[in-house]
């Protein structure tokens, strides 16, 4: 498993979630207490996404 950059310039909740299918905007899920769930696919399809935005060339 690739190590997942320090900062995530893509917040992951901004993508659709491969796993559970939740929409841009909605959390996988939420626990009692109010915390929001993110899946890990998630956060790994974000910090690709970021890793491709650094590199992409500036105009």
């Known amino acids: 498993m690739p190590k997942l950059p320090e900062f995530i310039p893509v917040d992951a909740a901004s993508l659709l979630c491969t796993k559970c299918g939740a929409k841009p905007g909605i959390a996988c899920g939420t ?23 650094r590199k992409a060339p500036r105009k």
């Open 31 to 53: 626990l009692k207490n109010g915390t929001e769930l993110i899946h890990a696919e998630r956060i790994k399809a974000a910090a690709t996404k970021g890793t491709a935005v």
